[in-house]
């Protein structure tokens, strides 16, 4: 079974597109995989949402059984694989920084897929520019695996 790590900009972007009152059936399925284990929320995008104060964060505590999963012991050394990575693309300096800054989830999430071998779900887009490192060059990269949150959801059925 296929197993994905969902990056904050689902919860994000879903919830100012997708808005809980008006696609309540979309969050059902979305809680749905989280309860089953079928999708997994990593520590680094609870703290994220925590830090931006998001509502969400009531949301995820309000599913059964739906914890935080922490970084696996792999997690670092692919975490220095990721950086060392990024580093040797020619980003910008500042782009490099804020993905290397410990308080953000992308760079942790590459390396837990990789780590954990998991599905990594993004809104991101892959992109040329070296103003920012993107979760999905990062990915495509070092051979992790990744998909859109659109595919994500074809793939789980979600029907609304």
């Known amino acids: 079974m296929e197993r994905y790590l969902l990056d904050a900009n689902i919860f994000i972007t879903s919830e100012h597109h997708i808005p809980q009152d008006i696609f309540e059936s979309f969050w ?7 309860e089953s284990g079928v999708a997994v929320l990593h520590q680094t995008v609870v ?7 998001d509502p969400l964060v009531d949301w995820i505590g309000s ?17 220095l694989e990721v ?4 580093d040797g693309q020619s980003y910008e300096p500042r782009a490099l920084r804020e993905f290397k800054d410990e308080t953000r989830a992308d ?13 990594l779900v993004t809104y991101e887009t892959p992109s040329n520019s070296l103003k920012r490192v993107k979760i ?14 659109f595919d994500f959801m074809r793939a789980q059925g979600f029907r609304f």
Not at 83 to 86: G, L, N, Q
Request: glycine content about 8%.
């Open 63 to 79: 599913l059964d059984g739906v914890e935080a999963m922490p970084a696996s012991d792999k997690t670092l050394e692919k975490y």
């Open 136 to 149: 999905p060059n990062v990915c495509e990269g070092l051979g992790a695996r990744h998909v859109d949150g």
């Open 28 to 34: 059902l399925e979305l809680g749905n995989t989280l």
């Open 47 to 53: 703290d994220e949402l925590k830090r931006k104060k």
């Open 83 to 86: 950086c060392a990575w990024a």
């Open 107 to 119: 760079a942790w999430l590459c390396a837990e897929a990789l780590a954990s071998n998991l599905t």
